[in-house]
């Protein structure tokens, strides 16, 4: 069956240096990968999507990319800020169906 | 302003006493989804819909009814509730289906308590 792991319940940064998160996704082959961010008692909030055939997105300070041969996305935020603290979803999408993966709880420490 | 509409945002209840949660977007999206979100388990699809009066199961439907006769409302149905549905429930939308490169708008959320 699809399975979506997202590295490391938490994640504890320092303020002003670069936040990686990862996404590995095993048994599908998405067309398209999104993140999301979400804070406690809300719901998530769409940030980037990436296609199969993009190695890399920008978005002010954040980039994605997606290795379809590793079956990795990688989720990276530069000068981290506090105000970035939240869970970060990544979504795959290869079907009707929508699978996210659990979430990695970033912390940045001032 | 667009936005995905849930009610009610808190509802306690008992078991067995059916619950409808409604959820209404008035972005004219064809996809609508419900979502339940619990610890160490992740945000999980119950419904989902591509279209008015297309309704799939999505991976954990079990106790769960929808209904799509409209374009703008999705409400979830829970026919006979029990405690293992307590949890946080979130709907959300979004244009074309799920392969589109559409982002998802979510609501706000409804947490439910089955005592």
């Known amino acids: 069956s699809q399975k979506i792991e997202q590295n490391s319940e938490a994640l504890n940064i320092q303020e002003g240096k670069t936040a990686t998160l990862t996404c590995n996704y095993t048994?599908?082959?998405?067309?398209?990968l999104q993140w999301y961010r979400q804070d406690p008692g809300r719901g998530p909030v769409f940030l980037l999507l990436?296609?199969?055939?993009?190695k890399e997105k920008r978005k002010e300070r954040l980039k994605v990319t997606f290795d379809t041969t590793l079956k990795q996305s990688l989720f990276h935020i530069t000068a981290s800020q506090p105000a970035d603290s939240a869970t970060y979803l990544c979504a795959p999408l290869g079907d009707d169906k929508i699978i996210f993966g659990k979430g990695t709880r970033l912390h940045i420490l001032p | 302003e667009a936005q995905v509409t849930q009610n009610p945002r808190y509802l306690i209840t008992v078991t067995g006493k059916k619950l409808t949660v409604t959820c209404s977007q008035n972005?004219?999206?064809?996809?609508m989804s419900w979502y339940r979100q619990d610890p160490g388990l992740g945000l999980r699809q119950i419904y989902y819909s591509m279209n008015v009066e297309v309704t799939d199961k999505g991976d954990v439907p079990e106790g769960y009814k929808v209904s799509r006769k409209e374009k703008r409302n999705f409400p979830l149905i829970l026919e006979s509730p029990s405690p293992n549905q307590t949890s946080l429930y979130f709907c959300?939308?979004?244009?074309?289906?799920?392969?589109?490169?559409?982002?998802?708008?979510f609501g706000d959320g409804t947490r439910l308590s089955i005592l």
């Open positions: 972005m004219n999206h064809e996809y």
């Open positions: 048994n599908y082959s998405p067309a398209y």
């Open positions: 990436i296609r199969e055939n993009e």
């Open positions: 959300a939308s979004s244009l074309k289906d799920g392969r589109s490169n559409q982002p998802q708008h």
